[in-house]
């Protein structure tokens, strides 16, 4: 009886012990952190636009500077051949300093421009072989330089892709991009660099916002509306009004040969007015607003207006 008795009477005590030992294992565990992974998920380490599909690890920046490593073809990319590097990309100041030029800029479009034609480590490698011409310290600057820049590609791709498409923006959204994209650009770049490379598209950016602005005010008449086109116009560079007046003359000329096509003598006179203006002050031969057209009976002239 007593040897059957014992085994009872532990039985419970068992039981307790384990119920204690596993309450114990429980609570240990939910007192402690639980320990995470550190390396990053594909979303955060690659980026998808841009360049190209990069990890962190080979973000564009990190190719400069591996041309030895990088197999690249004596013949260049079939869209590069016949062509040449443009100039002037090459300046430096007394003491031996890059000078960024918007020549810089080209140089590396350039070559990036046969992306798909070549890898990009290809490209990159040709563009470290064109910049050993240089001597220090511009060398490295200048390969310092090309460092940022194809970060700033990847960056400025991935921000545009964030703006996603599809929606007419008015001239204040515009605005907030173009501010947003001149941040970026000054982010990567130091303000001179940035200033040489963009100051024309930036220029032409705030140009077209103008127009927007413009050609959507309600309150403005037609004559207003001119005037305050060709004010923004003038704020322009003047390599830029040069190139939009040139663009101009040959789209007004285009337009005078075919309405006066039946009409050799008008032609000739229109020919020979703008012509006239042209040499007198660089006006643009012929104002669309002012022209007076053929179906009224009278000949086409060209206009000082708008200049």
């Known amino acids: 009886m007593r040897s059957l008795a014992r085994p009872r009477i532990l039985i419970p005590f068992i039981l307790t012990l384990l119920l204690v030992s596993g309450w114990y294992v429980l609570t240990s565990q939910a007192g402690t952190p639980a320990q ?39 013949q260049l990319p079939a869209s590069l051949v016949g062509t040449s590097v443009p100039a002037g990309w090459n300046q430096v100041d007394s003491v031996g300093d890059l000078i960024p030029t918007p020549a810089l800029r080209q140089l590396f479009e350039y070559y990036l421009s046969a992306l798909g034609e070549e890898s990009l480590e290809q490209l990159v490698a040709r563009i470290g072989q064109t910049l050993l011409a240089l001597q220090e310290p511009a060398r490295t600057q200048a390969l310092d330089t090309l460092r940022a820049y194809l970060d700033y590609k990847l960056a400025i791709s991935d921000l545009e892709a964030g703006y996603g498409g599809g929606t007419e923006l008015d001239a204040v959204q515009m605005q907030q991009r173009m501010q947003e994209i001149q941040a970026l650009r000054r982010a990567w770049l130091d303000s001179a660099t940035a200033d040489a490379f963009f100051a024309q598209d930036e220029a032409i950016d705030r140009f077209q916002i103008e127009k927007l602005r413009i050609s959507r005010d309600p309150s403005l008449t037609g004559d207003q509306r001119e005037v305050a086109l060709a004010q923004a116009e003038d704020a322009l560079p003047a390599s830029l009004r040069q190139a939009r007046r040139e663009t101009r003359r040959f789209t007004d000329y285009e337009r005078a040969r075919q309405e006066l096509a039946d009409d050799p003598e008008a032609l000739k006179n229109w020919r020979r007015e703008a012509s006239a203006l042209k040499l007198r002050n660089g006006c643009r031969p012929w104002s669309r607003s002012r022209r007076i057209g053929t179906s009224a009976g009278m000949p086409i002239r060209p206009s000082a207006k708008a200049c």
Not at 54 to 68: E, H
């Open 36 to 74: 995470t992974s550190t390396e990053p998920r594909p979303s955060e380490a690659e980026s998808g636009t841009g360049l190209a599909t990069v990890s962190i690890a080979t973000a564009p920046s990190k190719l400069v500077g591996q041309a030895k490593a990088v197999s690249v073809p004596e």
